[in-house]
């Protein structure tokens, strides 16, 4: 079974200070990677995915991730973030072998202060 | 840009009762998901559905869940009994051949 880990529950940052939040997986067959934002009281927004090709992947506003096959871990980052960031974020791994359900991690809350 | 579309946004409901979550998928979508979110935990997986049958389910899905797109545009999600414990934030899901999800805005249901 694959499992998906965010370390942080709680991510506080200044605004435009650089962020990471961290994501790291664990499946015995291969996964797609995907970035999941919920803003308060909204549906979940994909903000971008990892299938193949190119391990730097570049989402919507200014986000980009990382997979990094070794280490299994697939982090988002920003360089300079937002008040409008404020949100939480889900990381989550699809199995190639399923109907492609998404596994999702237990997800991180950003909150950037002015 | 099209959006997936869930009613109600809010459902109170006795423990006891049926309810029926309705989406509305993307129109070209051919995979359609249920998930749910208890306040607190991260969001796990229900059931798949793909060309008018499961496709999977997970342990949470039992008897008194069922799903159905019975005209080809809605997608509904059927708790026959509910339980307190079925109070959740659900959310409905589709995608085309590719690979990403896209989600609705999510239906709050409370068991009371």
């Known amino acids: 079974a694959q499992s998906v880990t965010q370390l942080d529950s709680q991510v506080p940052v200044f605004e435009e200070a650089p962020v990471e939040l961290r994501c790291n997986y664990s499946?015995?067959?291969?996964?797609?990677l995907f970035w999941y934002v919920q803003y308060p009281n909204q549906g979940l927004q994909l903000l971008l995915k990892?299938?193949?090709?190119?391990?730097l992947v570049k989402g919507i506003n200014g986000f980009e991730a990382e997979f990094n096959k070794s280490q299994t871990s697939f982090h988002l980052r920003k360089p300079s973030v937002h008040i409008s960031d404020t949100a939480e974020y889900f990381c989550?791994?699809?199995?190639?072998?399923?109907?492609?359900?998404?596994?999702f991690g237990s997800g991180t809350r950003l909150l950037v202060r002015p | 840009e099209p959006e997936v579309t869930q009613t109600p946004s809010h459902q109170v409901t006795q423990m006891g009762q049926e309810v029926i979550l309705r989406c509305v998928p993307i129109s070209n979508h051919l995979y359609f998901y249920w998930y749910r979110q208890i306040l607190g935990q991260k969001v796990e997986f229900l059931v798949s559905f793909y060309n008018n049958e499961i496709s999977e389910k997970s342990e949470i899905f039992d008897d008194q869940f069922s799903v159905e797109r019975p005209d080809g545009s809605n997608f509904t999600l059927k708790i026959r009994s509910t339980k307190l414990e079925d109070s959740a934030m659900y959310f409905c899901g589709g995608r085309q051949s590719s690979y990403e999800q896209y989600f609705g805005p999510g239906t709050r249901l409370t068991v009371t």
């Open positions: 499946s015995s067959v291969s996964v797609y």
């Open positions: 990892y299938l193949s090709g190119s391990t």
């Open positions: 989550a791994v699809s199995r190639l072998d399923s109907s492609y359900k998404l596994i």
